[in-house]
């Protein structure tokens, strides 16, 4: 792809955008009832009778507490994405509605649903089905933590044969490309942020030096380890994105963000249904394939990360738990962020303060520093924004690296350190690739193109941790049956031995 990509030029940004066209055109439909499926299938098993099943066991017990484990189920999510849209993707539907609107409040209303729905409960729900998937099968199967292992009831010993090896090869890939997609938006953004404050070139060239420089710095962190190097930056991560959230929250409109919050949400669980399978049916436009295709791709892409990650810290959670702290813990912070920056954008606009919107529709990496210009100590936390979504870029490097090593070495916890180098520098080399192949473009392409073959597998696993949930539950009934039954002739035999002791006295 690298070579082919480079060898081609200027050509490439036709091919890419050809190749999204006809996949979002074709395959739209697909993509939005198929993650409106996964949202709905993880609810209903949460609120089954196979909601009462424990990761790990009946006798296992949560590693972290709530308030810890939903720190790291946002720290799973939060990242590159939201540092780039969280400004950008309201303004700009707000100042181009995709449907229709009265005014100024409508639109505003409409912006913020939409932006709801793409970072809210749809996407936990693909979360929720491969964590949930992936925790099962290693915690309470035994198996390695791998995807092969998640399609043992329908595959059984052929998930160690080549048919194993495509599904692993295919969340590889996914893995890649969706990491790519987030490094190149990340590394648009600082560039941005540069050009902003110091007036550097904001060229391509310049992008992909920052990238090569950023995936050296990741290099190392993966060299260093987990503990020594991905832990400490992910713990950075997010005390520095609380800070810089509290700070936009007590700056900023502050009664005004709370109340957009809490009318954002009613509105978006209010028109959660006709968003969810809306396809532009009778619009004939094309801004789904641009937006909401776009990140049902990307999220799908991501899954293996994000469900990865989440898999490995749930152990000891009902499934009940499990999917309904994915869902809403991330999904609520996730809102209270969108509100705090896309709404405080959007009511400056509102008020004719500010280039914030024609900055959001001319350059997106650029619409969250020309906000933080209209409040106090703009320049520092300029920096501080840049720092954020560097240090985002090597950890979701260094941990993307660990998911991949993981997946091509059959599931093992710690695999040659040379094996992630090569990983991190190669997800490094996607993303610089992408730029020059034809930029934002390039890789929303990168993203459809390796989430609709990873699709199917994601339709498959919901089959699949169905049949393994039910396998598990009915194991649970005849255990206790087998229990009660045991008990039953222990009374018995109690009762029998007492009567012969009463008849020999």
């Not at 009946?58 to 590159?80: H, K, N």
């Amino acid at each position: 792809m690298i070579i082919t990509t480079l060898s081609m030029g200027q050509d490439a940004e036709e091919m890419f955008t050809a190749v999204q066209s006809f996949i979002s055109d074709n395959g739209g439909w697909l993509f939005i009832i198929s993650v409106s499926t996964f949202l709905v299938f993880s609810i209903v098993i949460a609120f089954s009778r196979l909601g009462n099943i424990r990761l790990g066991g009946a006798d296992a017990r949560p590693e972290f507490s709530t308030i810890a484990w939903f720190a790291m189920l946002f720290s799973a999510g939060m990242g590159i994405g939201i540092m780039f849209w969280s400004v950008a993707e309201p303004m700009t539907h707000f100042l181009e509605p995709p449907v229709e609107v009265g005014g100024a409040e409508e639109a505003a209303q409409q912006a913020m649903s939409i932006t709801y729905l793409h970072w809210g409960f749809h996407a936990w729900g693909i979360y929720a089905i491969v964590g949930l998937s992936l925790a099962f099968f290693a915690f309470n199967r035994g198996l390695p933590l791998s995807f092969r292992s998640v399609f043992q009831p329908v595959l059984g010993d052929h998930i160690e044969g080549w048919i194993g090896d495509v599904i692993d090869i295919l969340a590889v890939l996914a893995t890649l490309f969706g990491l790519a997609t987030s490094l190149g938006l990340g590394v648009k953004q600082v560039s941005a942020g540069l050009h902003h404050l110091f007036t550097t070139p904001d060229t391509l060239w310049l992008q992909v030096g920052l990238i090569i420089g950023i995936t050296m710095v990741a290099t190392v962190s993966v060299f260093l380890g987990i503990d020594k190097g991905v832990r400490v930056l992910s713990e950075a991560n997010i005390r520095i994105a609380v800070v810089f959230l509290l700070f936009m929250i007590i700056v900023g409109p502050t009664i005004y963000i709370f109340d957009s919050f809490v009318q954002n949400i009613g509105d978006y669980l209010g028109n959660l249904a006709r968003y969810s399978f809306w396809t532009e049916a009778y619009q004939g436009s094309t801004w789904q394939n641009s937006w909401t295709v776009f990140y049902w791709a990307w999220w799908v892409s991501w899954s293996p990360y994000v469900g990865m990650f989440i898999a490995r810290i749930s152990k000891g959670r009902t499934v009940r738990e499990f999917v309904l702290g994915v869902l809403i813990a991330p999904s609520l912070i996730t809102f209270l962020w969108l509100s705090a920056f896309g709404g405080s954008a959007i009511s400056l606009e509102m008020a004719n303060v500010g280039n914030i919107g024609a900055t959001a529709l001319d350059n997106e990496a650029m619409s969250l520093f020309v906000l933080l210009e209209q409040f106090p100590w703009s320049f520092v936390t300029s920096i501080i924004a840049i720092i954020l979504v560097m240090s985002f870029f090597v950890t979701s490097s260094d941990s993307g690296s660990l998911v991949i090593d993981g997946l091509t070495s059959g599931g093992k916890l710690e695999a040659p350190v040379g094996q992630r180098i090569f990983w991190a520098q190669t997800e490094g080399a996607v993303a610089a690739v992408l730029l020059i192949g034809g930029g934002l473009n390039a890789l929303r392409t990168a993203s459809v193109i390796t989430g609709l073959p990873f699709l199917f597998i994601l339709l498959l696993m919901c089959y699949s941790l169905y049949k393994g949930l039910s396998e598990e539950q009915q194991k649970k009934i005849s255990q206790r049956k087998t229990k009660e039954q045991n008990s039953y002739k222990e009374l018995v035999s109690d009762l029998l031995q007492k009567e012969d002791e009463h008849s020999a006295e």
